[in-house]
């Protein structure tokens, strides 16, 4: 039985820093290959942050590089977004995904194989 759990989310205000944390159980080497961060804002469709590959690779959404990281620690099944200078239109619910990979890179985009945590929420206020 896999189970994402998120933590982290919070109220901040804009300029700060939040870091997100996603702890993985019930899961494969297979099963972990690609993690990744999502977000759903009010009124809005779920979007791709940014994900990681097991060997390290990293991709992320333009409205977020540079200000957002995403990192994993492997041994403990865990995958972690820092997230900098945030700013208003980062509100949103914070979802951690993981799922398996056939190539060297991970998508943003969602597929059926992916399993999801309950989500987290951000709210940044200005």
């Known amino acids: 039985q896999v189970h994402l759990v998120e933590s982290g989310g919070g109220s901040v205000q804009a300029g700060g820093s939040l870091r997100l944390s996603c702890a993985a159980s019930?899961?494969?080497?297979?099963?972990?290959?690609?993690r990744g961060w999502f977000r759903q804002a009010p009124g809005k469709q779920r979007e791709g942050i940014a994900t990681?590959?097991?060997?390290?690779?990293?991709t992320y959404a333009d409205s977020v590089k540079g200000r957002f990281m995403i990192s994993q620690d492997n041994a403990k099944n865990n995958v972690y977004l820092q997230m900098n200078s945030l700013k208003t239109e980062d509100t949103a619910m914070y979802y951690c995904?993981?799922?398996?990979?056939?190539?060297?890179?991970?998508?943003?985009?969602?597929?059926?194989?992916?399993?999801w945590g309950q989500g987290t929420q951000v709210t940044v206020s200005s």
């Open positions: 990681i590959h097991r060997t390290g690779n990293t």
């Open positions: 019930g899961v494969t080497e297979h099963s972990t290959l690609c």
């Open positions: 995904a993981t799922g398996p990979s056939f190539g060297g890179a991970c998508p943003r985009s969602e597929t059926a194989s992916l399993f």
